[in-house]
Each structure stands twice: as C-alpha cells, then as structure tokens.
C-alpha cells in the first residue's frame, strides 16, 4: 500500500514538473502592426501546438490619456460569435472569438484591428496583457499561452479638421 501511494506521489510530482514544459511549447506569438490611430493583430501559434481552437479571449491594455479602443474584426474570421468588451476604469479591451469551426488555418490568425477613438493628437500605448490568451478547442479543453512578440505599440490620433468650404468668387463686372 506504501509503495503505491508513493508511486501515485512521484507520478503526480512527474505530471507537475512537464506542465509548465507543455504551456511552454503551446505558447502564441501576439503581434501588433501600428499605422495611425489603429494596429492590426495576427496571433500566431507555433508548429507543434494543437491549432484545433475554435474560441479565443485575449486582453489587451490601453493605456493613455482619455482615449477609448475598439476592435474591428477581420473580414475573414469566420466565426458567429465576434465580440469586444473596453473598460474605460482599467483601459482593458478584451476580445472574443469563438465558433464550431477552427480559428487557425496554417498556424496563424489575423484577428482584426484596434482602433483609438479619442481627440485629435492624443496617443496612447497599447500591449497585450500578459497570461491573457485563452484558446478552447471543439472538446473543450483550454490551453493557455502567454507569448506576445512586437511589445506594445504607439498609436496616434491624426484626426481630420472640417475642410473649409470654398468661398464663391463674384463674376466680375463689366465697366
């Protein structure tokens, strides 16, 4: 009975120590491309990660100024479910996906863009929140990955001031 329960004891210390090796090795790469007032995300996973995910939660933090962020989805994500949440409080937008059908095709997903809404000139810094990505495949299972590549992006709202409408020239008289 001894040499059993020590056994079960040494199993569970083996399963405990390869855990954070398997995260390791599932973990995606978050990347970032800012242009203005918007940065385009593509999350990519690696080769020997199971890319069978059908739903994704991602978090990302804004931080800046009164600026507020939205997320546009790309028009190739095919998924029902397409949703953002933004707290104003924390600068958290957190996006979801999910769908019957996998997210990933050929490793990599482009995701969408986020967008600043705030006044002309403000800038705001935007990161992937560390520990936020979640990824849940057609069984249910929930693979967690932590990497996020390209770090935080600067982006900046350019605006556009009304354009003046143009003042009618009088025709000239004849003298």
Same mark, same amino acid.
Do not use: H
């Given at each position: 009975?001894?040499?059993?329960?020590?056994?079960?004891?040494?199993? $569970?210390?083996?399963?405990?120590?390869?855990?954070?090796?398997?995260?390791?090795?599932?973990?995606?790469?978050?990347?970032?491309?800012?242009?203005?007032?918007?940065? !385009?995300?593509?999350?990519?996973?690696?080769?020997?990660?199971?890319?069978? @995910?059908?739903?994704?939660?991602?978090?990302?933090?804004?931080?800046?100024?009164?600026?507020?962020?939205?997320?546009?989805?790309?028009?190739?994500?095919?998924?029902?479910?397409?949703?953002?949440?933004?707290?104003?409080?924390?600068?958290?937008?957190?996006?979801? *996906?999910?769908?019957?059908?996998?997210?990933?095709?050929?490793?990599? @997903?482009?995701?969408?863009?986020?967008?600043?809404? $705030?006044?002309?000139?403000?800038? !705001?810094?935007?990161?992937? #929140?560390?520990?936020?990505?979640? *990824? #849940?495949? $057609? $069984?249910?299972?929930? !693979?967690?990955? +932590?990497?996020?590549?390209?770090?935080?992006?600067?982006?900046? #709202?350019?605006?556009?001031?009304? +354009?003046?409408?143009?003042?009618?020239?009088?025709?000239?008289?004849?003298?």
């Amino acid at each position: 009975m001894k040499k059993r329960i020590a056994t079960l004891l040494v199993g $569970a210390a083996l399963l405990a120590a390869a855990l954070p090796v398997w995260a390791a090795d599932t973990a995606g790469t978050v990347t970032m491309e800012a242009e203005g007032d918007r940065a !385009a995300v593509c999350l990519t996973l690696p080769d020997q990660a199971d890319q069978s @995910a059908t739903a994704l939660r991602l978090t990302f933090q804004v931080e800046g100024g009164d600026a507020k962020a939205e997320f546009l989805f790309d028009q190739g994500m095919n998924c029902p479910v397409q949703e953002y949440r933004y707290e104003e409080s924390s600068g958290l937008l957190t996006v979801y *996906l999910a769908g019957d059908k996998p997210l990933f095709q050929d490793g990599s @997903a482009q995701l969408g863009t986020i967008r600043l809404k $705030a006044d002309k000139g403000a800038v !705001a810094a935007v990161r992937v #929140v560390e520990d936020s990505l979640e *990824l #849940v495949n $057609a $069984a249910y299972g929930k !693979a967690q990955t +932590t990497s996020a590549s390209g770090g935080e992006v600067t982006l900046t #709202v350019a605006g556009t001031s009304p +354009t003046p409408q143009p003042e009618q020239t009088p025709a000239p008289t004849a003298q």
